[in-house]
């Protein structure tokens, strides 16, 4: 059973994934080892399945990010479910339900590059593509 302060773990952990045990019990008043043994739990339960990498992709060479809906073609699921996952450029992407197949999140290096990762989108698809102009985050930026 996930109670208060398992929910407390996980939001301080949501918000900096490489904080130590000692941290992390500082702020809910618990010794690090019994912090320790609450995280092994909540991994061992698979609340918690793993840790993830916030990276800077401007600073990657890329200087353009979008989020993408695209239409398959009718009998081009199966295929572009496979596609998709090879495809480097995208940081995420999630089957939807609605009009669009798949919501994406996209890097990419200039507008040239764009084009043609769309070029690559309309052999199995109908892509609409929106640029993230910026991020609102928690820290009101």
Same mark, same amino acid.
């Given at each position: &059973? *996930? ?5 407390? *773990?996980?939001? %301080?952990? +949501? ?26 739990? %909540? ?9 993830? %990498?916030? #990276? @800077?992709?401007?600073? /990657?060479?890329?200087?353009?990010? #979008? ?9 081009? /699921? ?22 669009? +197949?798949?919501? &994406?999140?996209?890097?990419?290096? @200039?507008? %040239? ?5 769309? @070029?690559?989108?309309?052999?199995? =698809?109908?892509?609409?593509?929106? /640029? ?7 820290? =009101?930026?």
């Amino acid at each position: &059973m *996930i109670d208060v302060t398992d929910r407390k *773990i996980i939001e %301080l952990l +949501n918000a900096n994934s490489k904080a130590s045990f000692a941290e992390i019990s500082k702020k809910i008043f618990l010794s690090p080892s019994s912090v320790r043994e609450r995280i092994k739990k %909540l991994e061992e339960l698979e609340v918690i399945k793993g840790y993830s %990498l916030k #990276v @800077d992709q401007a600073l /990657l060479g890329n200087t353009i990010e #979008v989020f993408i809906l695209l239409k398959v073609f009718t009998g081009k /699921l199966q295929f572009a479910i496979k596609e998709l996952q090879s495809y480097s450029e995208i940081l995420e992407v999630h089957r939807i339900t609605g009009h669009q +197949n798949f919501h &994406m999140r996209v890097a990419l290096k @200039d507008q %040239l590059h764009l084009q043609k990762f769309i @070029d690559r989108l309309i052999t199995f =698809g109908e892509p609409t593509t929106h /640029l993230i102009l910026s991020a609102l985050g928690t820290d =009101g930026k």
